[in-house]
């Protein structure tokens, strides 16, 4: 699977909008980009994931550069609710089988009121 | 559906001790995995199962070991605890898509 790459920390103000980078330079056509967070002390939940069209759902908005080798997370109105660490992972879709999920260290979003 | 389940949330053990977490999947998921999270080392992959079988391992001592059940549920064990052990060990479970759906996570302390 291909590595990523993302800041480790940000903050975003209450309201605002938060952009979420992470780069994936080396990824391959049949990868997806994938988007989890963790809020403290939980386990990771699923935000959103792509191939390469933009992806819209309630949580958040995923926007893949048009070469796919970078992509960013938006979370619209983002809440005291949403910091977390966000990670960003690529990988090619497994079917029927096993598979291994590799988290990096992912961004730490702080969002201040 | 009902989530991710895990049991117990908390446990606490001394050095030497073996201790075994249960993982109930979400409903219809046939697809359990294993992960350890330290602050050191991030969340690292234990082991998945898939129908009773283990079909992926990560780089882990004999010590840590698991088994899915025929209703999926699946349980992990751990030996001989060491002080290092000391982590959230978390479940995922998923369908046939590449989604996982983590559950709450158990947090043990060895002593």
């Known amino acids: 699977d291909a590595k990523t790459t993302q800041p480790p920390s940000m903050d975003c103000a209450e309201g605002r909008a938060a952009n979420l980078p992470c780069n994936h330079s080396?990824?391959?056509?049949?990868?997806?980009v994938y988007w989890y967070r963790q809020i403290h002390s939980q386990g990771p939940q699923y935000i959103i994931h792509g191939l390469k069209n933009n992806e819209t759902n309630e949580m958040a908005s995923l926007i893949i550069t048009e070469d796919r080798k970078s992509s960013t997370l938006i979370l619209p109105h983002a809440t005291l609710r949403d910091t977390a660490v966000y990670y960003c992972?690529?990988?090619?879709?497994?079917?029927?089988?096993?598979?291994?999920?590799?988290f990096g260290t992912g961004t730490k979003l702080q969002v201040i009121p | 559906k009902a989530g991710v389940t895990q049991t117990p949330r908390y446990l606490i053990k001394t050095r030497g001790q073996q201790v075994t977490l249960s993982c109930s999947p979400i409903?219809?998921?046939?697809?359990v995995s294993w992960y350890q999270q330290t602050p050191g080392q991030g969340l690292q992959f234990l082991f998945e199962y898939f129908s009773e079988t283990q079909r992926n391992k990560g780089n882990f001592p004999g010590r840590f070991s698991g088994r899915q059940f025929s209703n999926s549920r699946s349980e992990m064990n751990v030996s001989t605890l060491e002080l290092g052990d000391s982590a959230l060990y978390l479940c995922?479970?998923?369908?046939?898509?590449?989604?996982?759906?983590f559950g709450p996570g158990t947090r043990l302390t060895v002593l």
């Open positions: 992972i690529v990988r090619v879709p497994h079917s029927g089988g096993y598979q291994k999920v590799t």
């Open positions: 409903s219809g998921h046939r697809s």
């Open positions: 995922a479970s998923r369908e046939n898509t590449d989604t996982q759906y």
């Open positions: 080396t990824i391959s056509g049949n990868e997806y």
